[in-house]
Every structure is written in C-alpha cells, then in structure tokens.
C-alpha cells in the first residue's frame, strides 16, 4: 500500500512540476534566443593553453576571460585532421556516421547541420574561415546566409595564411555594415589558422618565446635559414631545429591569444557577448615532435585528440571547472539546447549529449527544469569515439591508426592494421608505454569496438568535390599535397 501511496505521489508531484514548468517556462521564442558563437583555433594543443595550467604563459588575456567559462579539462575532436573534425562539430555524429573523411568530402544532406538548424529556428549565419577546407565553396558552407573565406580573405592583397587578426577585422567590417545586429539572433561561425604550419609569428609574438627555448640568436639564425629554404626539414630532427619550430609555434599560440582578445573586445563593443553562447576549441591538435612527427593526421594520440574547449554559457559570472570525457559531437545538442530547440536525436546511441548541465545553474527554474529533465554534466562510464580514416592526400603513407574509444581515463587504440594498444591515461598520460595484452580493464573497451564497427556501413560515402585550382595552391602553402 505505502508502495502505492509513494508512486501516485511521485506520480503527482512530477504532473505538478511540469505543468509549473509549462507556465515558468513557455520555451525560448526567437527574440531572447541567445547569440551562438563557435570560435575554432586550428592545430592548437591543449598543453599551450594556461587556462589548464600547464605553467606555459601563452596565453594571459584568455586565463582572465575564462574566469568566467566552464573549462573542460578532457575534451575531445573526433578525429586529428581538419575535414572529419569539423563535420562532426556541425553534425553531432562521428566520423564513420557522417563520412566527411576526405579533402573535399560533402556533409550528409540527410543529417541536421548546424548552421541549417539554427537557420530555420531564425538564426542569422555567418562564417569566416581562414581555413581552405572550410571554404564557401565545399558544402560546409550549407545553411549559411553569409560566407566570407580564405580565398576571399587572401584576394583582399594578402599571401599564404591568413591571420586571426584578419578574420576579426574582417567580423569588425561585417559588423559595421549592418543596420542592427541583434534585431535577430546570430550564429556565427570563425576558424583561425595561426598556429597551423607554416609557423611564422610576428616578431613581437616570437621574441617574447624564443627565451624559453635556448640561445635565441642562435634559434634565430636557424628559424631564418628555415625560411629562405635554406634548410629543409626533411631527415633534419637536431634538437636545435626541434626547439626552434617549438618557438614558432608557441609564438603563432601568443599571436593567438591577442587576436581573440580582439574579438572580445569587438564582441562586446557590438552588445554581443551579453546574451551568448560561446564556443571556444580546437579542430584538432598538433605533434610538435612527440614522436619525432610534426603536424597531425597521422595518430590518434593525446598531443592531436586532446582539445581546448571552453564555454560561456549565456549569463555566466563563474569559471566552472569539468573534468568529465567530452566530445566535440557535444557541441551541436548543446547549442541546440540552448537555443530552445529540441532535437529527438540528442543524447541517442553514438551522438552528442547537451552540456548545458555543466554550465551554471543561472535560477531555480533552471535548477527545476534540470531536475525534471534529469539533466546531467557527464559520468566516468561514457565512452567516446576517435576516428582517422585512410586518406591518401594528406600523408604519402597511412595513418597509423584507424580509431580509438576513451571511457574515463582508459583508451584503446586500434590500428590500421588490426592491432590494438591499451593505455591507462591516469599513470600514463604521455602514452608513452602499452598496456600488456589480456589486461581484464580494457575489456569493455575492445567489445565497445566490436558493437561500434558492426555498425559502420557498407554504403559508398557522399560525392567527394574536386577542390578548384586557387584552394589547391592555398592547401599547398599549408602543407597539404605536393
Ligand atoms: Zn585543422
């Protein structure tokens, strides 16, 4: 009987939230729907980054702005090169589910797309790409009213890759020309490239680095070589070089670092990061000679997988620290979320969650709309997926390997071969020695692979477009092809 007094009660109790809920909570209408803003840093690893505390000093003006975001501490791309990364930021889905995998994959027309959804909720779309592969003309450009790319960018008198200084001047402009910005609510999409090869910072950004990494007259000399082909980086691994292109890069990340000033400062001179979702992360990182490589695309290993991603969720006065496996699939149903728009695919099998229970509880009727919604941040026993297709145009031979699932901090690493490799993150976070083989914690982990490849289908992936001949030559200065 006591059985049945506690279910009716429940019962009542959660009718009674809801039809409060109902009248607290009537739904987002289009006007308050907050702006959405995804800012993607091409290449940049995580450990470059002092919001983590790596000690590094790269990056101050960002450590101050994130003392008002949720930093997570274990986000994830889905893959380690730019095309299948992106695609599942605007899908929600892994790779071998949108099969945007090569140099001018289209996305799944049948798959919601970012900027398609927020487009038809009454969202404004605009992106600025300094990124080749995300370009007006691939179809990553789906659903944006407004496109402005590299090419576009480079044709305004400017040569090799264009700058994070110049996509916010180029957002300053957008911005100036139009008559009220925020009658409607703005999703708005911006890749850097700064720290993607070629490195090449400017000299107030390199001298402030080159200190840290050895005699810097010397470092100098061979960055100069390095320039004027003099020196080719081919079978040339002296630690002298390997310090230099360190110095590089960590002067592209400081270059980084003022630039999103910049667009801070533009964002809120424009009222724009008053009622906004922002988005802060990386397509992927970077190896800057973690195993004697440079570059990415080639591994799944923490250096290329391991992401910045920071948040400010629209009314955050609070730095919020999250230690939870995220993924970048998560993007997508959060912005969803946020937006006020509900989507039956968030949450599903090998799709993204909302994080918007891991940003602030802003009222009650937030706290009592996540409690009826049972919404939470993230548990130890999720499990996320990493995938690194072949492709033959971005390396000569095959990447090493073929996928990599993480739950809490235990991952497998599968290779194109079949092979597998156990790492336990916690003692071994470098990925510097494999688990020994039949070792019983990674169980789980090799039949979550099973179930995950008896669902890859044999279907052949979408059209892939023949990039035109100024984005070849504009892929060629950023190292891709021959
Ligand atoms: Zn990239």
Known sequence: MSVLRTLAHAVCTSALLLALMAVLLPGTTQAERPHILWIVIDSWRWDHVDVYQTGVALMPHLARRAQRATVFWRAYATSSWTVPSVASLFTGIYPSFHRATMFGSTLPPHQTLAPSALSKAGYRTVAISANAFISKRSSFAQGFTEFLDAQALLSQGRKGKVRGTTVVKTLDEWLNKQQDVRSSPL???????????????????????????????????????????????????STELQNALRALYAGEVL???????????????????????????????????????????????????????????????????????????????????????????????????????????????????????RKKCGDSSRLIWLELLPMKELHSTA????????????????????????????????????????????????????????????????????????????????????
Request: net charge negative; charged share 25%.
């Open 255 to 373: 270059a980084t670092d003022a630039a999103l000033e910049e667009l801070f400062v533009l964002l809120e001179r424009h009222r724009l990061a008053e009622n906004a979702l922002i988005v802060l992360t990386a397509d992927h990182g970077e190896e800057l000679f973690d195993r004697g490589h440079l570059g990415h695309g080639r591994t799944l290993f923490e250096e290329v997988v391991r992401v910045p991603l920071l948040v400010w969720f629209p009314g955050q006065k609070k730095r919020i620290d999250i230690h939870h496996v995220v993924s970048h699939t998560d993007v997508l149903p959060t912005s969803l979320d946020v937006a006020g728009i509900t989507s039956p695919l968030i949450g599903a099998e090998y799709r993204g969650r909302s994080l918007v229970a891991c940003g602030p509880t802003t009222s009650w009727a937030t706290r009592l709309q996540r409690w009826v919604g």
């Open 399 to 482: 990447p090493l390997h073929r996928a990599a699932v993480i739950r809490d901090m235990q991952k497998l690493l599968v290779l194109h071969d079949g092979s597998i490799q156990r790492v336990d993150l916690a003692s071994d976070p470098r990925e510097q020695h494999i688990a020994p083989l039949h070792d019983r914690r990674f169980e789980n982990l090799e039949a979550a692979w099973d179930d995950f490849r008896e669902r890859l289908t044999s279907e052949p992936p979408p059209p892939v477009m023949t990039p035109d001949a100024a984005t070849r030559e504009h892929l060629r200065v950023l190292g891709y092809g021959d």
């Open 187 to 237: 999703f708005l999409y911006l890749h850097f490239m700064d720290p993607h090869w070629p490195y090449g910072p400017e000299e107030q950004f390199l001298s402030q680095v080159l200190p840290r990494f050895g005699e810097a007259s010397e470092l100098k000399r061979l960055i100069g070589e390095l320039y004027f082909g003099q020196l080719r980086l081919e079978g040339n691994t």
